[in-house]
């Protein structure tokens, strides 16, 4: 066939177009490649570092600029999920949440559009719907939380079997695996219907393999895992002196490092030690580069109440209620305010204090539903039941227990006094290390508490458990925690629930 000059431009013509179109569809290729890659640096070492550390304005600076420049690092926007997840679940301000939570499904969409080829894409999306799941409860949204739970236990699981050997995963997949191994029994069918399958003992020995891994992605989520470890040492193993062993040996800058140095403070707080939580909170390193955090007058007021110094402990109180923004432990707070007031003989201010009990926060937390309790039955606590808890709380066994010399039952009036004096003499001895004297007591108390409101006989019977599970008498340990978790209706029920269910894992391990 002859070809004339137009047949030659168009020939030419459709060829170039070819080409263009080819070389642009290169080039959108080799840009989505550039938009998606996890590429885990200094920079973005330092900027973790600086947002799990609480120094969230620290990291957002560099977060924001790495985002508005279109950075194609994909780690980025884990990053800015974490801060948005711990301003939104320590400062609970309602505005702050209501910008942050959308975009944990846009961070979900750029995330499932990115490389998928990797142990980063499942544990990305995990660690996305974890976030989510988490500020989901927290600000009550408790469908969607469980269904964003659901999705991160099944993408950790599934990207644990593709990848077994990625340490990070087993952080998360080892927390989700202890929470779901101490779900009460009368639940278990609906996780098995869920496809749910928990132990305590894998998913604690999981998150310790991560702590003591060597390999490349170690320093990847080693701040949540030193966060998360002790907690489900304390909570779920019960064993307080391998909690605390850990925090004093895993070499935490508490100084620095805000998180930990709340997780500390919280659990010396919750086991007798306010002088050491004081301590900490008192050290912390302070200014512009850290999320300022109400919740820090909150421990300190808790610390202050425990060691007697009331007028600290009603400052640093009003502190927080005056500066928080949200609702978890404000009842708790008021509460404690109100009984500063008692103490101090001053009824006009304790009941001003207590009607902002009712008034105030919510009823989510286990401590606000007994501040709530108590302040709706109108009746001012035992004073000297009052000093001796705080004094036994406070860690001082011997002076709590002179408050009480001389008492027996029958200088109280009331079954509710009456079980709490047994549950006071119990709690000493037992802290004192007296567990037959202790263990004599707790058996009063759950005879005397075991048809009240009140939380007395149920952990009662639970810290008889915790006794003889410490000496392997495992039957009767079982027995006890079976007694703790059949009393209904009492205050702190799910926690207790939840320690005795576990409790009774161990001993049938």
């Known amino acids: 066939m002859t070809l004339n000059r137009s047949n030659i431009h168009r020939s030419f013509t459709f060829t170039g177009m070819k080409k263009a179109l080819f070389l642009l569809l290169m080039i959108c290729s080799l840009k989505g490649l550039a938009q998606s890659q996890y590429l885990w640096n200094d920079k973005v070492q330092k900027t973790y570092e600086s947002m799990s550390s609480l120094r969230i304005p620290e990291a957002r600076k560099i977060i924001d600029k790495e985002l508005s420049n279109h950075t194609n690092n994909l780690f980025y926007s884990l990053l800015e999920s974490g801060a948005d997840l711990y301003q939104s679940f320590f400062n609970e301000n309602l505005i702050e949440y209501n910008n942050f939570y959308p975009r944990f499904e846009k961070r979900i969409d750029l995330i499932k559009a990115g490389p998928k080829n990797t142990p980063y894409y499942l544990y990305s999306l995990g660690l996305l719907h974890f976030h989510k799941a988490i500020l989901a409860i927290k600000f009550d949204?408790?469908?969607?939380a469980a269904l964003d739970y659901r999705k991160a236990y099944v993408l950790f699981k599934e990207n644990k079997e593709l990848y077994p050997k990625f340490g990070p995963n087993n952080l998360y997949f080892g927390l989700l695996t202890t929470i779901i191994g101490a779900v009460p029994t009368n639940y278990q069918w609906m996780l098995n219907v869920l496809g749910f399958k928990g132990s305590i003992t894998k998913g604690n020995e999981l998150v310790l393999s991560y702590i003591n891994?060597?390999?490349?992605?170690?320093?990847?989520?080693m701040n949540e895992a030193l966060l998360i470890y002790p907690y489900l040492?304390?909570?779920?193993?019960?064993?307080?002196?391998?909690?605390?062993?850990?925090?004093?040996?895993?070499?935490?800058?508490?100084k620095k490092n805000h998180i930990h140095a709340y997780m500390a403070t919280n659990l010396y707080l919750n086991h007798q030690q306010p002088q050491k939580a004081l301590e900490i909170a008192g050290n912390i390193e302070q200014g512009e580069a850290y999320l300022a955090m109400p919740f820090w007058n909150y421990e300190k007021?808790?610390?202050?109440?425990?060691?007697?110094?009331?007028?600290n402990a009603e400052k640093e109180?009003?502190?927080?209620?005056?500066?928080?923004?949200?609702?978890?432990?404000?009842?708790?707070?008021?509460?404690?305010?109100?009984?500063?007031?008692?103490?101090?003989?001053?009824?006009k201010k304790a009941n001003e204090y207590r009607a902002e009990v009712i008034k105030k926060g919510n009823l989510i937390t286990e401590a606000d539903k007994l501040a709530y309790q108590n302040a709706n039955a109108k009746i001012w606590p035992n004073l000297l039941l009052l000093k001796a808890r705080i004094l036994s709380d406070g860690g001082f066994q011997a002076q709590a227990l002179n408050v009480l010399a001389d008492k027996t039952s029958l200088d109280f009036t009331t079954e509710e006094d009456r079980a709490e004096f047994s549950y006071r003499l119990a709690r000493i001895y037992d802290l004192m290390g007296d567990k037959e004297l202790a263990i004599k007591y707790y058996k009063s108390t759950i005879v005397k508490g075991k048809n009240l409101k009140q939380y007395f006989a149920?952990?009662?019977?639970?810290?008889?458990?915790?006794?003889?599970?410490?000496?392997?008498?495992?039957?009767?340990?079982?027995?006890?925690?079976?007694?703790?978790?059949?009393?209904?209706?009492?205050?702190?029920?799910n926690s207790l629930d939840q320690k005795a269910k576990s409790g009774i894992l161990r001993c049938q391990k």
Request: charged share 25%.
């Open 317 to 347: 109180l009003l502190s927080f209620i005056n500066t928080f923004k949200g609702n978890f432990y404000v009842k708790d707070a008021y509460e404690k305010l109100s009984l500063i007031a008692y103490l101090q003989n001053d009824l």
């Open 141 to 144: 949204k408790n469908i969607e």
């Open 301 to 311: 007021g808790h610390g202050y109440f425990y060691a007697m110094k009331l007028d």
């Open 233 to 254: 040492v304390m909570n779920f193993e019960g064993n307080t002196k391998k909690a605390f062993d850990f925090i004093e040996h895993a070499n935490y800058d508490f």
């Open 213 to 221: 891994s060597k390999d490349e992605n170690t320093k990847m989520a």
């Open 458 to 493: 149920a952990r009662a019977a639970l810290q008889i458990g915790l006794i003889y599970e410490d000496r392997k008498d495992y039957t009767n340990a079982i027995t006890f925690y079976t007694n703790c978790m059949e009393m209904k209706n009492t205050a702190f029920k």
